[in-house]
């Protein structure tokens, strides 16, 4: 079973920094990619970053571009997104997504979310 596990989140003040981490049960070189959504309540979840596996090109959010920063560390099979001067309106519930045909019959993995919340 294909297991994506974050952690990181917390409560955080304007301006201040997190790193979110997504640690996988598989081998994140042999994906396809990887990426970070965020919903917030009443709002539909959206895509914040994402990271190819085969290039290590990165795109983001023009909500996040410059404060957000997607990486990933093969040999843990861990991605990571480092956020800096969140403000208020980043707090959000953030996922952790895997496009990869090479895990199991599935294409696309989800995990359980990590809260982050930015307090002005």
């Known amino acids: 079973q294909v297991q994506l596990v974050e952690s990181g989140g917390g409560l955080v003040q304007a301006g201040g920094s997190l790193r979110l981490s997504c640690a996988a049960s598989?081998?994140?070189?042999?994906?396809?990619?990887m990426e970070w959504y965020r919903q917030a309540p009443g709002k539909q979840r959206e895509l914040v970053a994402t990271i190819s596996s085969s290039t290590g090109r990165t795109s983001y959010a023009d909500s996040v571009k410059g404060r957000f920063t997607i990486s990933r560390d093969n040999a843990k099979n861990t991605v990571y997104l480092q956020m800096n001067s969140l403000k208020p309106e980043d707090t959000a519930n953030y996922y952790c997504?895997?496009?990869?045909?090479?895990?199991?019959?599935?294409?696309?993995?989800w995990g359980q979310g990590t809260q982050v919340t930015v307090s002005s």
């Open positions: 997504k895997a496009d990869s045909t090479a895990w199991d019959t599935n294409r696309y993995y």
């Open positions: 598989r081998s994140i070189s042999i994906s396809n990619a």
